[in-house]
């Protein structure tokens, strides 16, 4: 369980960095560059379209294909908006790599951004930790908890819940008896077989233990 919870806190972290990051090369993209005309206005807009889509298809891919649906929705209503974007869509829907193609796509609408080349260097160090980011969610994506690991610990958890009832039986046997002794021997308490309460116990135990395997 600490190594699955360790895997998905690094996921979490590295996909949080991509959020930051993209942010961050839009903001400096925003505040290097002269936004007084429609042009330079339209160039932003299409980073950030960029930076969006390649998020957007990071997550098509660590979702599978149940997502394809909505992602090719999505695309189409984003991309466009601009008319010089509208070519994106049925590029990046066919392209059996959607996430380097988007990356590649954001480099290409940094490069339009009318910012001088030490700044624009800045803003592309984004890009480089966003690539690295990738790479580390796609490394934890392609390579899951071993098998043989999962079912070796599902396998002695069910052994060890098989045989808890034997190891436990004496001690709610001994419980049983001494609340017998103090109910009335006409009661229907009185009959219940020793060691009864043990199979609401392990049930519990069972749905805890099972519960967090799962």
Excluded at 115 to 133: H, T
Excluded at 154 to 170: G, K, N, Q, T
Excluded at 201 to 210: G, P
Aim: charge should be negative.
């Amino acid at each position: 369980t600490n190594a699955r919870y360790a895997r998905w806190m690094e996921a979490r972290m590295s996909w949080a960095r991509i959020l930051a990051n993209c942010r961050n090369m839009v903001r400096m993209a925003g505040c290097f560059s002269d936004l007084s005309t429609s042009e330079n206005r339209q160039t932003l807009e299409r980073l950030s379209n960029a930076s969006w889509l390649l998020c957007r298809s990071l997550m098509n891919y660590l979702s599978g294909p149940d997502d394809n649906p909505s992602y090719e929705r999505e695309v189409q209503n984003v991309m466009g908006r601009i008319v010089e974007d509208a070519y994106l869509a049925p590029r990046i829907l066919s392209a059996p790599d959607r996430t380097s193609v988007a990356l590649c796509e954001a480099s290409l609408a940094l490069d339009r951004i009318p910012v001088d080349e030490k700044r624009r260097v800045e803003i592309d160090k984004s890009l480089v930790n966003i690539g690295d980011c990738i790479a580390n969610c796609e490394r934890l994506y392609s390579s899951p908890v071993p098998l043989v690991y999962t079912r070796h610990t599902a396998r002695f958890l069910s052994l060890w819940m098989l045989l808890v009832p034997a190891a436990l039986y004496d001690s709610f046997a001994s419980f049983d008896r001494q609340a017998s002794e103090h109910v009335d021997a006409s009661s229907w308490l009185s009959v219940l077989p020793l060691g009864l309460s043990l199979i609401p116990a392990c049930s519990i135990l069972a749905l805890f233990l099972f519960g967090i395997e799962e």
